[in-house]
């Protein structure tokens, strides 16, 4: 059946099939159309960059060595790298910049219905930043914070304030190696500059310079996103929710909230309880509002306020095609420009609110901070008022949403472990946990989705190996059902154990991609406690199903910051082998970790494995 070749959930697998019946076009269709795929893209030999091309070099070693500037295979396929992760690095720090001057604005109180929810962890940074704190108003305390940290996006300081939490061993060898960041946009201009023809031929040199820019995203415009959200609408704490395509509601008027940033999407979320709009949907015979998250601005209101999540980057036409979707409002990041489209077989509205990121076919409604409130209830009106255009014979909703626990920050964490990491540590020094793995990033149609993420993280829990998750990864494991406390009856005996003491699921759902920072804390903070580099950890990164240049950039700060990381999907450059000689092997002497590609996840906890072990047995446990 192709549904089940598509998909491991049971919801999905439903509606794909209903997809299929009703002949509604979906990413598995376009893919499937595309096939045979340009065998010089996925190789990374294909140069694009200047109107002396399209170039493209023989990977068989034939006369066209050199694109029609000369530069040869290990320049443009660096090159290529460098240009898809500083795309990546740009929406993760973009998004923070959002982020960071909505702080402001609220600090100055232009914003509406913005407000400072956690002054501790406003405290904690502004003393990161030298602000003074003491008997001060909380109101100019993030002022000066906000404009520390949008100065950290491209200033004459040449310092990133945020990454000096990276210990200090691993802080020396981005000294050595040269690629301590410097600021945000800085490192991104630079890349393009070094990418325009005629600047960096020099491999190494373009990936070093490639690994200062992701240290910038993650220790930077990543980091800022997750605590500048974290100040304006409050760190997450263990929460229950549901999840899958049964949590879309029969009967009452279904949002659904698509993109990334929580700006517009958390404040719909406290408007939705307006009492006026609240009549206005029984008016229209609806028994109330139905609001679901999808992706990571799905996974930022899950961590913070229990909104259900309805799926992830896959299932963004899936929701639609229930039938059942009054409105799909969209901010921007991992949007199928051909949403409006599939839209457009039921009565859905696709609804689109930056002006970084119209598409033809749904309808603008611009958001800005300073009326982010009447913004919110004229999009949720326009969601209402579509009820009644629902086509009950279109609909069908699968049955039995999913159980999930999410909202483990880094501090929820800490908290949790007593204050500090000390009990953590213990644990995996007896060896009753082995170590940690992050497994983030996507779907991708390549893969049955789901699937990766789903499988390697049960090999790992079973093998005593902690997980902590992220983005699309952590919602498949959600609908997997491996995101609730009893799911530690399938982890190993150690790490059961522990789970059960502490009544936590053995897979930890830490929020967003922008919130693989809270990882790079985690790590940093443990790492800290005993004295040494993050790559000294038993820790291990994954990415089993990325698709976006995001996961690039993640994939690389994760590396960069002395993190193994194993890849599900090859990254587009295999046409070089000293590019890949570098980043799989080459960077072990520098950073002590290294990247490696394993699509079969099985084999992928194999290596993530043995790589813990490596690190265990360096530092005598
Ligand atoms: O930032 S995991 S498909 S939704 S890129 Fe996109 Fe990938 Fe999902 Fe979130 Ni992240």
Known sequence: EIAQQRAMDRTDQEIITKTIEEGV??????????????????????????????????????????????ADVDTIVARNLLDDLCVGAAAHSDHGREVVEVLLETAEGKAQGYQITDVEKLTVLAKEYGIKTDGRDPKDVAKDLAIGILEEFGTVKNR???????????????????????SIDREIVEAMHRIHMGVDADYVNILLHAMRTSLSDGWG??????????????????????????????????????????LLSQIIVNTAEDAELK???????????????????????????????????????????????EAMIVDYQCIFPSVPATASCYHTKVITTSSKAKIIGASYMEFNPENAVDTAKSIIKL???????????????????????????????????????????????AGTIKGCVGIVGCNNPRIKQDY??????????????????????????????????????????????????????????????????????????????????????????????????????????????????????????????????????????ITNSAFAVEPDPVKAADLLEAEINRKRKALNI
């Open 25 to 70: 076009e979906t990413a598995w269709d376009r893919f499937a159309l595309q096939q045979p795929q340009c065998g010089f893209g996925q190789l990374g030999v294909c140069c694009n960059n200047c109107a002396m091309g399209p170039c493209r070099i023989d990977p068989f070693g034939g006369k066209t060595s050199r694109g029609v500037c000369g």
């Open 383 to 429: 969601a209402i008022e579509n009820f009644p255009n629902r086509n009950p014979d279109r609909v069908r909703i699968p049955e039995r949403p999913m159980k999930l626990m999410a909202g483990f920050s880094e501090e929820t964490i800490r908290k949790a472990l007593g204050g500090s990491y000390k009990a953590l540590i213990d644990a995996i020094v």
């Open 279 to 325: 009549r206005l949907a029984e008016e229209k015979g609806a028994k109330g509002i139905n609001l679901v998250g999808m992706c990571c601005t799905g996974n930022e209101l899950l961590m913070r306020s229990g909104i259900p999540i309805a799926g992830s980057f896959l299932d963004q036409e899936l929701a639609i095609a229930t039938g059942a979707v």
């Open 452 to 589: 990766g993420h789903i499988t390697l993280a049960k090999e790992l829990i079973k093998r005593n190996i902690l997980v902590v998750e992220t983005g699309c990864s952590a919602i498949a494991c959600g609908k997997a059902g491996l995101l609730v406390p009893e799911a530690a009856s399938l982890a190993g005996e150690g790490l059961a154990s522990v789970c059960k003491l502490l009544g936590i699921p053995p897979v930890l759902h830490m929020g967003s991609c922008v919130d693989c920072s809270r990882i790079l804390v985690l790590a940093a903070n443990i790492a800290k406690e005993l004295g040494v580099g993050i790559g000294d950890l038993p820790i291990g990164g994954a990415a089993p199903e990325w698709y976006s240049q995001k996961a690039v950039s993640i994939g690389t700060y994760f590396v960069s910051s002395g993190v193994y990381t194993v890849l599900g999907i090859p990254p587009k450059i295999f046409g070089s082998s000293n590019v890949l000689n570098l980043l799989a092997d080459g960077l072990k002497g």
């Open 221 to 262: 415009g990543s980091m800022a996103a997750t605590e500048c959200s974290d100040i304006l609408f409050g760190t997450p704490t263990p929460i229950t929710s549901i999840t899958n395509l049964a949590t879309l509601s029969k009967d009452k008027v279904n949002i659904v909230l698509h993109g990334h940033n929580p």
């Open 160 to 182: 990133l304030q945020l990454s000096e939490r990276a210990p200090e061993p691993t802080r020396e060898i981005w000294k050595k190696a040269g690629v301590m960041p410097r």
